[in-house]
């Protein structure tokens, strides 16, 4: 399926949709704020179109009062049960499946794609059947996770997840503008990957459910569908591999959106504390050392929204970590 362009508009907010396969809303919601508008835009995979899928990446600009919107992209795609963004150098990286990884501008949102057929082979040998085939809709494969982490202008990380084998295999991709012609002869140029399995690394995973990924320097930090948080630093001095462990996983206390900041390069995580005679939800700063804050979510300002979307919740967090 061929990238979209879409609207968003606000109003009033309705009630959640029946997501089906797109298996990223069960998932903590993701957003990042990236320096685009007056006070900046919120970047995610909001399911904030009624009329478009819900595989779709919205970019909403932030106001002082009631969000507004201009138009926005969205990129259909793939097997639409992985959709993932990042942010990295002024870029938004972002993904519908294993097949290939989209990049646009904050300010012209001028989109090209990047091809990633090593991870698109590891995937098809667990998923239903070969992708892009006639009249057929491209099935997710069970038990598996994929995620990505920009490294450069033209270079990610992604991470392939087999969840019976407890082991994240991860590698590094770069591409390079390759001169070809094109089926009448003409000459055009085109994005190839140069590197596709470059510093491979294999991480003894700590949970089995589907998760986002994030690179903070040298080490990875994992968010996971029920809401925990892991770190797997660089391996000590003697050791062959990273070792995972767990910085939050409270079933009482699950993670429920992660907010970027992409101009202060920093991650909030937003926790729902269920325990008996909480004060309130909590939110923390993604780190090694954890020093949650407790905040009345009854006391944050509504953001009311036209149509359902993610996004109003942290749109409605937003405020709380503008001071951080």
């Known amino acids: 399926m061929v990238p979209l362009l879409a609207c968003v508009l606000f109003g009033t907010f309705q009630q959640e949709p029946d997501y089906g396969i797109c298996a990223h809303y069960k998932m903590p919601v993701h957003g990042t704020v990236i320096p685009?508008?007056?006070?900046?835009?919120?970047?995610?995979?909001?399911?904030?179109?009624?009329?478009?899928?819900f595989w779709a990446a919205s970019v909403i600009p932030i106001f002082p009062t009631?969000?507004?919107?201009?138009?926005?992209?969205?990129?259909?795609?793939?097997?639409?049960?992985?959709?993932?963004h990042h942010v990295a150098s002024a870029k938004i990286w972002y993904?519908?499946?294993?097949?290939?990884?989209?990049?646009?501008?904050?300010?012209?949102?001028?989109?090209?794609?990047?091809?990633?057929?090593?991870?698109?082979?590891?995937?098809?040998?667990?998923?239903?059947?070969?992708?892009?085939?006639?009249?057929?809709?491209?099935?997710?494969?069970?038990?598996v996770a994929i995620d990505f982490a920009p490294l450069a202008e033209e270079a990610v990380r992604v991470f392939f997840f087999d969840m019976k084998t407890k082991k994240i295999e991860s590698w590094e991709f770069e591409w390079a503008l390759v001169r070809s012609k094109d089926e009448r002869g003409a000459e055009r140029w085109d994005r190839k990957a140069i590197a596709e399995e470059r510093n491979p690394e294999t991480i003894d995973s700590a949970f089995a459910e589907d998760f986002y990924v994030f690179k903070r320097d040298a080490d990875y930090y994992f968010v996971t569908q029920s809401g925990k948080l892991y770190l797997a630093p660089p391996p000590k001095k003697g050791e062959k591999s990273r070792t995972m462990k767990a910085l939050w996983e409270d079933p009482k206390r699950p993670i429920?959106?992660?907010?970027e900041h992409a101009e202060r390069a920093k991650i909030w995580l937003f926790a729902n504390d269920k325990n008996p005679?909480?004060?309130?939800?909590?939110?923390?700063?993604?780190?090694?050392?954890?020093?949650?804050?407790?905040?009345?979510?009854?006391?944050?300002?509504?953001v009311e929204l036209k149509v359902p979307g993610r996004a109003k919740m942290l749109l409605e967090y937003l405020p709380l970590v503008r001071k951080e």
């Open 36 to 53: 685009s508008g007056p006070l900046g835009s919120l970047v995610g995979f909001f399911g904030d179109r009624p009329l478009e899928a």
């Open 66 to 84: 009631t969000p507004r919107n201009t138009l926005t992209r969205a990129s259909g795609g793939e097997c639409i049960a992985h959709c993932r």
């Open 95 to 143: 993904s519908c499946g294993p097949e290939r990884l989209y990049c646009a501008g904050f300010r012209d949102m001028n989109e090209t794609s990047r091809p990633l057929p090593t991870l698109l082979a590891r995937y098809e040998q667990l998923a239903p059947g070969k992708f892009n085939r006639p009249f057929s809709r491209n099935e997710p494969a069970k038990g």
């Open 256 to 259: 429920v959106a992660v907010l």
């Open 277 to 302: 005679g909480a004060k309130g939800d909590l939110f923390f700063e993604m780190k090694e050392d954890i020093h949650a804050e407790a905040f009345d979510p009854a006391k944050l300002k509504p």
